[in-house]
C-alpha cells in the first residue's frame, strides 16, 4: 500500500496531464478526480475539466486498451500499479521496449510500481529515469537495481519500514 500511495502522490502533484493506472477500489482515491473502467469512458466524459484521469481495470485486455490509448497521448504522465499483475514476466522486456519507442517522442513518462523488481529485466531498469525504493528488504533487489543502473545501492540495505530513496530527478514528473 506504500508504494502506491507515494504514486498516487506524485500524481495529485503533478501539473501535467496524469493517468493512474490501477486495481484499487475507487474509494481509495479523491472524490474530485474522475474514475474510468474503460478509455470510452473517458472520451465520452464532458464534465471532467481536470487533467488527471483514474483508471481502476480488472483484466489484461482493459489495461491494453488503455496503454494503447496512452500511446496517443502526449506531454503526459502515466502512473501503473503494479505492471507484473498485467503484463507476464516473460513479455515485459518487449512491452516495455515498445512502450518506450512509442512514448518518448511524445513526452509521456511512464511510471512504474512493484513489488517484484527482479521481473522486469535489464532493459528496464537500465531505461528508468526515477526510481523510488520503499521498505526494500530484500538485498537481492536492491543489489539488482544498483547493477542495472550502474551504482552500487547495497550500502543503503535494508530500506525498512517508512524508509525510502529517491534516485533520479523527480522534476520531470512534477514539472516543477
Not at 39 to 53: E, Q
Not at 79 to 87: A, G, M
Request: proline share 3%.
Amino acid at each position: 500500500m506504500g508504494k502506491t500511495l507515494l504514486a498516487y502522490s506524485l500524481f495529485l502533484s503533478s501539473k501535467k496531464l496524469s493517468i493512474f493506472v490501477t486495481t484499487r477500489h475507487e474509494s481509495y482515491f479523491h472524490d474530485y478526480i474522475p474514475v474510468y473502467r474503460s478509455v470510452g469512458s473517458m472520451i465520452n466524459d464532458k464534465n471532467n475539466v481536470h487533467n488527471k484521469a483514474i483508471f481502476v481495470i480488472q483484466s489484461r485486455s482493459e489495461f491494453y486498451s488503455v496503454i494503447s490509448a496512452v500511446n496517443r497521448l502526449s506531454n503526459c504522465n502515466v502512473f501503473i500499479d503494479e505492471l507484473s499483475r498485467w503484463v507476464r514476466p516473460q513479455n515485459i522486456e518487449k512491452f516495455f521496449e515498445d512502450l518506450i519507442v512509442m512514448s518518448r517522442p511524445q513526452n509521456v513518462n511512464i511510471i512504474l510500481m512493484t513489488v517484484r523488481p527482479q521481473l522486469f529485466g535489464t532493459l528496464v531498469i537500465s531505461q528508468t529515469d526515477v526510481f523510488v525504493l520503499f521498505e526494500m528488504r530484500c538485498y537481492r533487489d536492491i543489489e539488482y537495481v544498483g547493477k542495472g543502473i550502474g551504482e552500487d545501492l547495497g550500502i543503503y540495505y535494508p530500506l525498512v519500514q517508512f524508509e525510502f530513496l529517491i534516485y533520479g530527478l523527480m522534476a520531470d514528473i512534477l514539472q516543477i
